[in-house]
T-cell receptor
């Protein structure tokens, strides 16, 4: 079956703009988590959505937001982009959110802010 | 707060030699433990996981990991490294608390270089 699909794979934006990234989880998976990966901070949890509700949120400013649709697809939005938002954004899908089941990661979206 | 430490940022190993990657965690109880691998430009692939039971866990690609509660460690090993094992390896912990869902806390990663 198809894996986790993230679009687009690469993105270049200008400071101050906003961006929307998309994640389609594995069919049947209802939990989607987002992570930011940078050389300086490593892999950091952004948020998790389950059944269209945000379940958990990491320590990121309010400029970072997300949502999940009824088909479990998720989007994350970053407003008023800063140079420090340049990162690889990874999406992970899991079957459920009640316990730690295996998380399957997409290939990520590489965001460059100039 | 839970945390994960991978003391080695880089490790260089000869092809055919054994490999051990260290991981120490800080958590109030025994968490769920994971090892992931990331090839350049790619996402993360799960190598193995520990939830409970036998402290020696077998994973994919010939990897194994041993959970040692007394040392709060979950070290990854491979007896004989192949050139294709060159990648970055991440140790991660997940909470036993139901409300925490699927949130993973990652270590800083260890980059493995394989010499021919």
């Amino acid at each position: 079956k198809a894996g986790v699909t993230q679009t687009p794979r690469y993105l270049i934006k200008t400071r101050g703009q906003q961006v929307t990234l998309s994640c389609s989880p594995i069919s049947g998976h209802r939990s989607v988590s987002w992570y930011q990966q940078t050389p300086g901070q490593g892999l950091q949890f952004l948020f998790e959505y389950f059944s269209e509700t945000q379940r958990n949120k990491g320590n990121f400013p309010g400029r970072f937001s997300g949502r999940q649709f009824s088909n479990s697809r998720s989007e994350m939005n970053v407003s008023t982009l800063e140079l420090g938002d340049s990162a690889l954004y990874l999406c992970a899908s899991s079957l459920v959110a009640e316990m730690n089941t295996e998380a399957f990661f997409g290939q990520g979206t590489r965001l460059t802010v100039v | 707060a839970q945390s994960v430490t991978q003391p080695d940022i880089h490790i260089t190993v000869s092809e055919g030699a054994s490999l051990e990657l260290r991981c120490n965690y800080s958590y109030g109880a025994t968490p769920y433990l994971f090892w992931y691998v990331q090839s350049p430009g790619q996402g993360l692939q799960l190598l193995l996981k520990y939830f409970s039971g036998d402290t020696l866990v077998q994973g994919i690609k010939g990897f194994e990991a041993e959970f040692k509660r007394s040392q709060s460690s979950f070290n990854l090993r491979k007896p004989s490294v192949h050139w294709s094992d060159a990648a970055e390896y991440f140790c991660a912990v997940g909470s036993l608390i139901k409300a925490a869902g699927n949130k993973l806390t990652f270590g800083g990663g260890t980059r493995v270089l394989v010499k021919p």
